[in-house]
């Protein structure tokens, strides 16, 4: 199994980098965790949209699932010409007939469903509607709940509720060669380390520089290392950071570093890590301790 960083920025994208969103590559599935700003492009470089068997979205905050409404887009536009089906109503069954796709497992929080279909009748194109029915043409939402279990092709998702301002939940994925565990966003609490339990990899957010106690729930390089290693953990990658520059990834690393005895080092767009393998296998700093 694969993982490989399509951006990591915390908040909006920074320095010509994307929010956050990861694509997990089995032998038989591919799944991508969360589609903040820019993660839509970032994705169009390395798989094409249709190749997805899942999306999977930590929580309902911008940085998070932004970029659903193009990838869902991007998708509608290969059934979606002028002016072929302009006659096409915004009401009814969508991306039905001859040309019909099928729609891509849109997993989220329980009660998104609502929201997603509001924001598709934003910003429309009343010349080709059916690319404004993107979560009900492009996605079959399926809500979920903390605890929750599902297949995706040969990879088993479980979902584990964490600490956020928004109901966010961790997400374990266990394919044929090892597990995979992320946090979205979280503040300190003992449910991380039934996450990150006996996992090969835990990419864990590190947005602060100190503890969270206040009711927003973020981590610090600091609190993701003592997850990691209360789990046991075999491998720490940081994410979700406000600054791209490498002297705050090797100051977040060292910091990781003093908590968690195994391998720890800084997501970068593009970086690759092999599941249960051999560690990073390509991109900036590719899974080496930032020292």
């Not at 700003?37 to 949209?49: K, M």
């Not at 939402?141 to 929750?148: A, F, V």
């Not at 600091?222 to 953990?233: K, N, T, V």
């Amino acid at each position: 199994m694969q993982l490989t960083v399509l951006g990591c920025v915390s908040g909006m994208p920074r320095d010509g980098q994307p929010s956050s969103g990861y694509l997990v590559d089995s032998a038989a599935a591919r799944i991508l965790l969360d589609c903040g700003p820019g993660v839509a492009t970032a994705l169009s470089a390395v798989a094409e949209p249709s190749a997805l068997d899942a999306v999977i979205i930590s929580h309902l905050h911008a940085d998070h699932c932004h970029d659903l409404l193009p990838l869902g887009k991007s998708l509608l536009s290969a059934i979606a010409h002028y002016p072929a089906n302009t006659g096409l109503a915004n009401t009814g069954p969508a991306n039905t007939g001859p040309a019909a796709m099928p729609l891509l497992p849109l997993y989220v929080p329980a009660g998104a469903t609502p929201l997603l279909l509001t924001w598709q009748t934003l910003l429309t194109v009343d010349s080709i509607p059916l690319l404004d029915r993107v979560f009900d043409g492009a996605f079959e939402i399926r809500e979920y709940e903390p605890g929750d279990t599902f297949t995706v092709g040969d990879a088993t998702v479980e979902l584990v509720g964490l600490r956020h301002a928004k109901p966010n939940c961790g997400v374990r994925v266990t394919g044929p060669d090892g597990t995979l565990a992320y946090t979205g966003d979280t503040g300190v609490t003992d449910e991380l380390t039934r996450l990150a339990a006996g996992v090969d990899l835990l990419l864990a957010e590190a947005s602060l520089d100190e503890t969270d106690h206040g009711p927003h729930g973020h981590l610090s390089a600091a609190d993701a290392a003592r997850a990691a290693r209360a789990g046991g953990a075999a491998e720490l990658v940081l994410t979700h950071m406000p600054s791209t520059e490498d002297t705050h990834a090797k100051t977040k690393v060292a910091d990781a570093a003093r908590h968690f005895p195994g391998r720890v080092s800084a997501a970068r767009p593009g970086a690759r890590y092999s599941i249960g393998g051999c560690g990073a296998v390509g991109g900036f700093g590719a899974g080496h301790s930032a020292d």
